[in-house]
C-alpha cells in the first residue's frame, strides 16, 4: 500500500479515486466524545440534558433512555425541563492533550462520533412515539427544541475543531427503521433537515469533513442528505439499493456501509468463515462502484468488546486478496 489511511481515506471522502476500498471508521482513532454528555457515566445514569440512560446486557452493552421515566411529556414545556449542556465548560485542552498522546497525525485519521442527533435527542427526552406525535401537534414547539439541540451540537464543534482539530466529524442521528423513515419525507425536511444543515455547514467552517450516520432505509431521502452537505452517509444498510445509489449518486455522496449488521453476519455467534464471506460480498457487489467505502460490525454483549475487531480483520484478509 502507497497511501496512508488517512491519504487513502480522506482521498474517498474528498471524491477522489483511493488506493483500496477503506474501512475508515475502524482506521480511526476516535476523540473528543464526551459521553456524560450525551449518556450519562458509563452504564448509564443521568446525562447533560437531563435524560435518565439504564443499560443491560440484553441491550449488547448500550444504554438506553428509562422509558419509565421519560423527561417530557409536553414538548411546550420542554424550556422548563430541558436542560442544554454548555459544551464550554469541559476541559478540551486536557482531554485532547490525553487523547491525541502518540497519534500519529500524519497517518491516521482522526474522527469524532457525536450520538444523539436533533431527532434522536428529542426521542430520548419524550419517547419515539411521543416525540413523533409532537412533531405533527406542535411543531413550532419541536423546532425551537430541535434548534437548541443543534445551537449545542455546533458549540459542541467549535470546541473540538480548536483542541483536537480531527478530520471528521460523524454525527449520529437515526430517522429511520429497516422499513422506512420515522417520518414522512416532508416532515423530515420541515424539521430536521435543516438541523442536519446546520450541523454539516458548522463542521466544514471548522475544517472538518460531515459524515452523516443514519441507520435504517432512508434512501428516500439520499438527495435530501446530499443537499445538507454531509460528505458521507454512514452505515447504509442492505435494506437500502446500495448498487443503486452508488450508480445514481456515487459522483454527489459516499456511501458508506453494506455489511449485513442486522443479519447472521453481525450476530455475536457469526463464525470467521461467515464474517468474510460478508465481507467479499460487499467488495464484489458495490466496491466496483465510484464513491463506495466499507462498513460493519457485530453486535457484541458488554461494554468492553471491540465490535469492529472481527470484521477488519476479514476486511484486511479480502483487501489484501488473501
Known amino acids: 500500500m502507497n497511501l496512508s489511511p488517512k491519504e487513502n481515506y480522506l482521498r474517498a471522502l474528498n471524491h477522489q479515486e483511493p488506493e483500496y476500498i477503506p474501512f475508515g471508521v475502524a482506521e480511526s482513532v ?8 450525551e449518556y450519562g457515566h458509563p452504564g448509564g445514569g443521568i446525562d447533560g440534558f437531563g435524560v435518565r440512560w439504564v443499560s443491560s446486557a440484553e441491550g449488547a452493552g448500550q444504554s438506553l433512555p428509562d422509558s419509565r421515566a421519560f423527561l417530557l411529556d409536553d414538548v411546550t414545556e420542554w424550556k422548563k425541563k430541558v436542560t442544554i449542556p454548555n459544551p464550554d465548560k469541559i476541559d478540551w485542552q486536557s482531554m485532547a492533550e490525553t487523547q491525541l498522546a502518540g497519534v500519529n497525525r500524519d497517518t491516521t485519521p482522526t474522527l469524532v462520533i457525536s450520538p444523539n442527533g436533533p431527532f434522536e435527542r428529542l426521542a430520548a427526552c419524550m419517547g419515539f412515539e411521543n416525540a413523533l406525535i409532537a412533531m405533527v401537534e406542535e411543531p413550532d414547539a419541536v423546532n425551537e427544541l430541535l434548534s437548541a439541540i443543534t445551537d449545542f451540537k455546533i458549540k459542541f464543534i467549535k470546541n473540538i475543531a480548536k483542541y ?54 432512508a434512501e428516500d431521502i439520499i438527495e435530501d442528505i446530499i443537499d445538507t452537505g454531509a460528505d458521507a452517509w454512514s452505515s447504509v444498510q442492505p435494506r437500502n439499493d446500495i448498487a443503486g445509489l452508488l450508480k445514481k449518486y456515487g459522483n454527489k455522496i459516499v456511501i458508506e456501509g453494506g455489511y449485513d449488521a442486522n443479519g447472521a453476519p453481525g450476530f455475536e455467534t457469526a463464525s470467521n468463515e461467515k464474517i468474510e464471506a460478508e465481507v467479499r460480498r460487499c467488495f464484489s457487489e458495490y466496491g466496483k462502484y465510484k464513491g ?9 454483549t458488554g461494554t468492553n468488546l471491540n465490535i469492529f475487531e472481527d470484521v477488519f480483520n476479514a476486511y484486511l484478509k479480502v483487501r489484501d486478496g488473501k
Open 30 to 37: 476516535l476523540v473528543a466524545s464526551n459521553l456524560e454528555l
Open 164 to 217: 483536537f482539530k480531527p478530520d471528521i466529524f460523524y454525527y449520529a442521528d437515526d430517522i429511520a427503521t429497516e422499513r422506512n423513515l420515522f417520518m414522512s419525507p416532508a416532515t423530515y425536511r420541515e424539521l430536521i433537515k435543516p438541523q442536519h444543515k446546520r450541523i454539516a455547514e458548522a463542521s466544514k467552517e471548522c475544517g472538518m469533513i460531515p459524515i452523516q450516520h443514519t441507520c435504517g432505509r
Open 292 to 300: 463506495y467505502t466499507f462498513w460493519g460490525f457485530l453486535m457484541k
